[in-house]
């Protein structure tokens, strides 16, 4: 089982997420490379909320295809073009992954592979044997 925490003598995290996350190393890990807002029939949502959910409902997609849940999810990696983002990544995050936290890092950066992607989140999952 992971252990998510925030440990008492740290400044708690500045959102719905958790300083760390322990895990067994007898298990199954998942690495789920970078994820776009693409839907399923190749289409892209224009706005950065819809770019994000959609990009975690690729990662769970991926999770489950390795018999994995969101609760195994040990961090996440979200790079947004721009801070305006940050309200749109936090609302996708809430409505797609509810009170499952994660250790996470969003990066401002100047641009993506796709120049229309907004958001781009990869993650790593960890599985107990």
């Known amino acids: 089982m992971n252990r998510k925490f925030n440990p008492a003598n740290v400044s708690g995290p500045h959102g719905a997420y958790m ?3 322990e895990y067994p190393l007898s ?3 998942l ?3 970078g994820q776009s807002g693409d839907m399923p029939d190749g289409t892209l949502p224009p706005d950065a909320r819809s770019q994000a959910e959609w990009a975690l409902r690729n990662i769970l ?3 489950a295809d390795a018999d994995m849940g969101p609760e195994h ?3 996440l990696t979200i790079f947004a ?8 990544w936090r609302a996708a ?3 797609i992954l509810g009170d499952i936290h994660v250790p996470g890092t969003m990066v401002i950066v100047p641009g993506l592979v796709n120049p229309d992607w907004l958001i781009e989140i990869d ?3 960890v599985k107990a044997e």
Do not use: S
């Not at 073009?81 to 940050?86: I, S, T």
């Open 19 to 21: 300083h760390g996350c």
């Open 73 to 75: 999810l040990t961090k």
């Open 93 to 95: 995050r809430d409505e």
């Open 81 to 88: 073009l721009d801070r305006a983002y940050v309200p749109d």
């Open 123 to 125: 993650a790593r999952a």
């Open 61 to 63: 997609a991926i999770l």
């Open 27 to 29: 298990g199954r890990g």
């Open 31 to 33: 690495e789920i490379a």
